[in-house]
Structure formats: C-alpha cells, structure tokens
C-alpha cells in the first residue's frame, strides 16, 4: 500500500492543482457571479491537503507498516475525494444540498490524522 499511497497522494495534489488554476483563470467570472469562488478555493486547499497526507502516510509506512497507517491511507483518500468533492458540486451545480455530504469527508481527514497520530506516538 505504501506506493500506492505516494502514487495515489501525488494524483490527488496534482489534481488540486489543475482544478484550483482552472477555479482561479477559466471560471473565476463564473464562481464571482454566484458567489462560490471562495468554496471552490476550499475544495481546492482541503483536497491538497488530503494529498499531502496521503504522501506523509506513504512516507510513513516506508519506515513501518502498520494497520493504523493503511486505514488511515483509505481515510484521507475517502476525505480527499468525499470533502472537496462536495464543495466542487456545490459550485457546478449550485445546489447547497451537497454541503450535508461535506462532514462525512471532514471525519475521514480528522480520523486518518488521529490514527496518523497513535501511530507516531507509539513508536516513540
């Protein structure tokens, strides 16, 4: 899973990238009308940070493996993709009814950081 995770964490922020310059240049007129251009910008930091996580944990697991640290994989890519994913859709759609799924990817960020945590902290 560890190269998975650096792979899958690479893909991940550079998506984050290409989506957040396309917000920025291509649709910024678009979000400014409807008043999202700063929803979308969050999509855009929460999903990099989701990658960034991914490579930490992939890191990580270079060093040792562990279960914690593989569940916490599959949490930040479910967060980098449920929490951004929501937000995006709530720009592109308009309908605020997408925010409801939002905290589902934010409890996947906030317990993939926890196991990251245990994790480290155990080994010290």
């Known amino acids: ?3 998975k995770n650096i792979f899958w964490g690479s893909i991940i922020c550079a998506i984050a990238v290409a989506l957040g310059a396309f917000g920025a240049h291509a649709w910024k007129d ?9 929803t979308f910008e969050t999509a855009s930091k929460y ?4 990658g960034f996580a991914l490579l930490i944990v992939g890191i990580l697991q270079n060093q040792q493996a562990s279960k914690s640290l593989k569940i916490a ?12 994913g929501s937000l995006y859709l ?3 759609t308009q309908q ?6 939002a905290p589902i990817g934010g ?10 945590t245990i994790q480290v902290k155990g080994n010290r």
């Not at 678009?30 to 700063?38: A, G």
């Not at 999903?47 to 989701?50: D, H, I, N, S, T």
């Not at 994989?73 to 951004?84: C, D």
């Open 30 to 38: 678009y979000l400014t009308s409807i008043q999202r251009l700063d």
């Open 90 to 92: 709530i720009c592109i």
């Open 47 to 50: 999903q990099m940070y989701g």
């Open 73 to 84: 994989g599959y949490l930040f890519i479910l967060g980098s993709i449920i929490f951004p």
């Open 107 to 116: 409890l996947a960020f906030i317990i993939g950081f926890l196991l990251m």
């Open 96 to 101: 605020k009814v997408f925010g409801a799924i």
């Open 1 to 3: 899973m560890t190269n």
